[in-house]
């Protein structure tokens, strides 16, 4: 069956940092879009990252590039999402997922709806 662990969430304090890890099984790692996503009270579920598995190509919206950094250890079949220069809007639950086709536009930043495989979610907490 095909699983996606999250880890890591926490809470912090504003300016701080955190990295979450995505454990993939039951499904092929390699040549995968994985995505990161995130959802806050009252908002809809947004891309943070997004990482092509066969050789760790990364994409990133504007609201987290130079803040965020998504990274891959294929052995370990895990994805990471490093977080730093934390704010309180970045508040949310995290979610890692994947199954999504790279050649819908190539790249690997998309729409909640293009992702077949989801985690349960980490917690992550900003405080001022």
């Known amino acids: 069956q095909v699983q996606l662990v999250e880890s890591g969430g926490g809470s912090v304090q504003a300016g701080g940092s955190l990295r979450l890890s995505c454990v993939v099984s039951g499904l092929s790692y390699s040549h995968n879009c994985m995505g990161w996503f995130r959802q806050g009270p009252g908002r809809e579920r947004e891309a943070v990252a997004g990482i092509f598995t066969d050789g760790g190509t990364p994409w990133y919206p504007d609201s987290v590039k130079g803040r965020f950094t998504v990274s891959e250890d294929i052995a370990k079949k895990t994805v990471y999402l490093e977080m730093n220069n934390l704010k309180p809007e970045d508040t949310a639950m995290y979610y890692c997922?994947?199954?999504?086709?790279?050649?819908?536009?190539?790249?690997?930043?998309?729409?909640?709806?293009?992702?077949?495989?989801w985690g349960q979610g980490t917690q992550v907490t900003v405080s001022s």
């Open positions: 997922a994947t199954g999504r086709s790279f050649w819908i536009d190539r790249s690997c930043l998309g729409r909640p709806d293009e992702y077949s495989y």
